[in-house]
């Protein structure tokens, strides 16, 4: 499954498919972008970040890949599972310190 | 090792009074941060300390104090609390603010009711 940045916030995927995020990021200067997960009541947690000289960084079960040409960010889950549903946020970095400005999330819901 | 610790967790306000929401870290960070997130938005930074000595104005400063009493804790406060101050407010931590690492590290958020 696949969302469109931020005019779809919500995402259903079965269990066990990928999952893909998407992100339109603003700044053409920024230079640091990361993904957090919110589960309810909870703060977010950080999931992986990447710096906009690379344009793919792996994790365990997840990859952000980044596309400065279009200012696009998009974050894939595999083999999604029934823990991964939560609110995921991208957020950015402008050159000018450490300040993080973040998108409006989407929810990603993972049906048995 | 607790990381960021913020209390209360929940509180009720009336109009017109005042509260301090308090944030501690143990990861000997320098910068610290309060955000607040409204239903089916992202998070707005209302104000941050990028060391210990310094605050800034974050995105929504209006109606809020901080203070950063040490480079643990960074209190914000609320001198007259309004009906549009009631939502999430989170507390995080970073390494520093110019540094090689930027990941922000999150409290579990006090939930404020202004009535």
């Known amino acids: 499954g696949e969302s469109v940045g931020l005019h779809l916030p919500t995402l259903s995927v079965q269990e066990g498919d990928n999952s893909i995020i998407n992100c339109a990021y603003s700044?053409?200067?920024?230079?640091?972008f990361i993904w957090y997960k919110q589960e309810s009541g909870k703060g977010p947690q950080f999931i992986i970040d990447i710096r906009s000289n690379m344009d793919k960084r792996q994790g365990q079960r997840v990859t952000v890949l980044l596309n400065k040409t279009v200012k696009h960010l998009s974050l894939q889950i595999a083999a999604t599972q029934p823990g991964d549903s939560a609110v995921y946020f991208c957020?950015?970095?402008?050159?000018?310190?450490?300040?993080?400005?973040f998108g409006q999330g989407t929810e990603l819901s993972v049906k048995p | 090792n607790a990381g960021v610790t913020q209390t209360p967790k929940f509180q009720v306000l009336k109009t017109g009074q005042s509260m301090t929401l308090q944030c501690a870290q143990d990861?000997?960070?320098?910068?610290m941060y309060w955000y607040r997130q409204d239903p089916g938005m992202g998070l707005r930074l209302i104000y941050y300390?990028?060391?210990?000595?310094?605050?800034d104005k974050g995105e929504v400063p209006n109606g809020y104090n901080v203070s950063r009493l040490n480079k643990r804790e960074f209190s914000l406060r609320l001198e007259s609390a309004a009906p549009s101050q009631t939502s999430v407010y989170f507390c995080?931590?970073?390494?520093?603010?110019?540094?090689?690492?930027?990941?922000?590290?999150f409290g579990p958020g006090t939930r404020l009711t202004v009535t």
């Open positions: 990861m000997n960070h320098n910068s």
């Open positions: 957020a950015e970095k402008r050159s000018e310190g450490g300040k993080l400005i």
């Open positions: 995080a931590s970073s390494e520093d603010w110019r540094g090689a690492n930027y990941e922000q590290y």
């Open positions: 300390s990028a060391s210990e000595g310094t605050t």
């Open positions: 700044n053409s200067a920024s230079d640091y």
